[in-house]
């Protein structure tokens, strides 16, 4: 294999400092992840389920803080826990567009850089080499 993928284009290949085979960092790492999301995600939810139980009191959610007409009657708990799908939700949709954008730059600088190069390499010399005798 000289380094490339079934695409043909040019692969990096990372080499364990340690231990010296390919990859090998990716696949420790990629694990690591996983336990330290498992270590953090599993207190996390315990700790929801614990709130949820504690806050199963329904209460009365309004849009509009002069009207008493139309209210939303929900438990506490899935009140917060909707309020925070929102934000994720919200926080998720913003970043994806900011990737879009920066995604859309980069195609757009890389084409000028493109276009410039190519002027640049057609472009006669200005002061030609002399001839060497």
Request: proline share 8%; glycine share 10%; net charge positive.
């Amino acid at each position: 294999m000289d380094g490339r993928h079934e695409g043909g284009h040019d692969a990096m290949v990372l080499i364990c400092c340690v231990c010296g085979l390919p990859g090998a960092c990716l696949r420790i790492t990629e694990t690591g992840m996983r336990v330290s999301t498992l270590l953090v995600m599993a207190p996390v939810a315990a700790v929801a389920a614990a709130l949820a139980v504690a806050n199963r009191e329904p209460v009365a959610f309004q849009f509009d803080p002069f009207a008493s007409g139309a209210a939303l009657v929900m438990p506490l708990f899935l009140l917060v826990f909707l309020s925070f799908l929102l934000g994720v939700l919200v926080g998720g949709a913003t970043m994806a567009l900011r990737k879009g954008r920066m995604a859309r730059r980069r195609r757009a600088a890389a084409g000028d850089i493109a276009t410039a190069m190519a002027l640049e390499a057609t472009k006669s010399p200005i002061n030609p080499p002399a001839p060497s005798p």
